[in-house]
């Protein structure tokens, strides 16, 4: 056949020819085995059995009007769940019915007799292009679904719990809980569970801190025509969407008291009303949510509905920071160069062992997004992550003076960091006190930082790589422990 080229997925596959006239059987053999690895023959029912007991064949070509049973009743008679070659059905005697007859029993073609034997090939080669087709996304769906949660890289311990507790939650259909500071990779996580669900539905992920009060019921349950002002059409929620899936709703905390309300009632109910209707609509989705905020503190102050919170804690999952898992800081370092260096089209970084040291002794505040979009400054500039951090440190304008007999506080002539000789380079490093605790270093960068951008916390919340409610946040916390202490 001149359109079938000869290579090494089409030499892998097996043929089995069962039909009742030496000739044929010959025929089909000579012209197939030119292009297959294996082609046997068979001239009866029986034969073919005991040959099938032996060997698995990706295409049957069979005979319909066989000696002492029809071909078409050999094939029904198959067990449906290890029946999984293609077939073509060849007779002489063929009519409307009997055509029928073999499709329905899952043929993949009928060919009359006498035929060419081109049309006979054309015949199988588009039997094996269609075999070869789901063959290989059956191999990419399985490589996806067993290479994806090793998207959550590293092999620290507290990575390792991590990855275990993922894969004996998500076949559950609870609602879990993902909690952890920002840039840790709760969505990442919601995503591993999701696919290591077999959930049929869509992921759907929702930044609650994103949507506007008033607009998030609509957003979630959807709304009818003519329920709002400018609500010209309907539209589905992301409930319904999400339907016979995964809802992922980032930033729970952030919900308004009055959503929460709303949002218990539907995962009780398993129903949601869109505003403005009548009726409300059957829905099955699980929920994922995922909080960088003390959860159980936000209850204890009346911020958040206790119900709704032992609603959401059927599961939990605590994503550790990245300076409790800096073994995977290698690893991290090593993915997000390749990644964004061909996002970027341009060169990759080469590390060294004073850039993995650097990047091992900083606390990363922002975690796992600070160090990615650090990774993607350094592809840019073409700096390594150690002439960044010798920039950073070296250069970063000093901070103000506020309770300089407080250690920790940061004095702005900068007394509390002391220069050292800690580089072959001779060049000094500015190294933070021995003393100091992590919290102490953490706040004294983030307030470095801010500095840095004469007080704007938008823009120093993206040099970071958290939120800008992370950075209020902290500042409360720092003046709440200031006045305790008072």
Not at 78 to 85: A, C, E, M
Not at 142 to 157: F, K, L, T
Not at 406 to 432: A, F, I, L, M, W
Request: glycine share 6%; proline share 4%; net charge negative.
């Amino acid at each position: 056949m001149s359109d079938l080229e000869l290579n090494a997925p089409w030499t892998a596959v097996s043929v089995l020819v069962v039909d009742d006239e030496p000739g044929m059987r010959a025929i089909l053999k000579k012209a197939l085995s030119k292009k297959f690895a294996q082609v046997d023959t068979a001239g009866s029912i029986e034969e073919a059995e005991e040959i099938r007991k032996r060997c698995h064949f990706d295409l049957l070509i069979v005979d319909i009007n066989l000696p002492g049973r029809s071909g078409i009743d050999w094939h029904e008679a198959f067990d449906p769940t290890t029946r999984r070659s293609d077939v073509i059905f060849m007779t002489g005697y063929a009519d409307l019915e009997m055509a029928i007859q073999a499709l329905r029993a899952g043929a993949s073609d009928f060919i009359l007799k006498p035929f060419n034997l081109e049309q006979m090939m054309q015949s199988v080669s588009r039997c094996i292009e269609r075999r070869l087709v789901e063959r290989q996304n059956f191999a990419l769906q399985r490589d996806v679904e067993r290479s994806y949660p090793v998207d959550i890289i590293g092999d620290a311990e507290s990575t390792q719990r991590m990855k275990k507790m993922i894969a004996q939650v998500a076949p559950s259909v609870a609602a879990v809980l993902v909690e952890g500071e920002s840039g840790t990779g709760k969505e990442l996580v919601a995503r591993a569970l999701h696919q290591l669900s077999k959930r049929t539905g869509p992921f759907v992920p929702l930044n609650c801190g994103a949507i506007a009060p008033d607009l998030l019921e609509s957003e979630l349950f959807g709304h009818v025509s003519g329920a709002f002002t400018g609500a010209k059409k309907g539209r589905d929620g992301l409930f319904r969407v999400a339907n016979n899936g995964t809802l992922f709703l980032d930033e729970i905390g952030e919900m308004p008291l009055s959503m929460q309300s709303s949002l218990l009632r539907a995962l009780e109910q398993k129903a949601i009303r869109p505003v403005g209707a009548e009726r409300e609509v059957q829905v099955d989705v699980r929920i994922v949510a995922a909080t960088n905020r003390n959860l159980k503190k936000e209850v204890e102050e009346g911020r958040f509905r206790q119900d709704l919170y032992y609603r959401l804690n059927v599961l939990t999952i605590e994503l550790p920071a990245l300076r409790e898992r800096v073994e995977d800081i290698p690893a991290l370092a090593h993915h997000f160069t390749q990644q964004l260096s061909k996002d970027l089209g341009m060169k990759p970084i080469n590390w060294t062992h004073e850039d993995i040291l650097a990047m091992q002794a900083y606390q990363w505040p922002g975690n796992i997004r600070e160090l990615r979009n650090m990774m993607e400054r350094c592809i840019l500039l073409g700096k390594s992550p150690a002439e960044y951090w010798q920039e950073l440190n070296g250069d970063a304008p000093a901070l103000s003076a506020e309770d300089t007999s407080n250690q920790t506080s940061v004095s702005g002539n900068g007394d509390d960091k002391r220069p050292c000789q800690c580089h072959e380079d001779g060049q000094d490093q500015y190294c933070y006190p021995t003393d100091w605790t992590l919290k102490d270093v953490e706040k004294a960068h983030i307030m470095q930082v801010v500095d840095s951008h004469e007080g704007n916390k938008s823009a120093a919340a993206r040099q970071l790589g958290v939120a800008r409610k992370t950075l209020e946040r902290k500042y409360k916390e720092w003046a709440e422990e200031s006045a305790s202490c008072e």
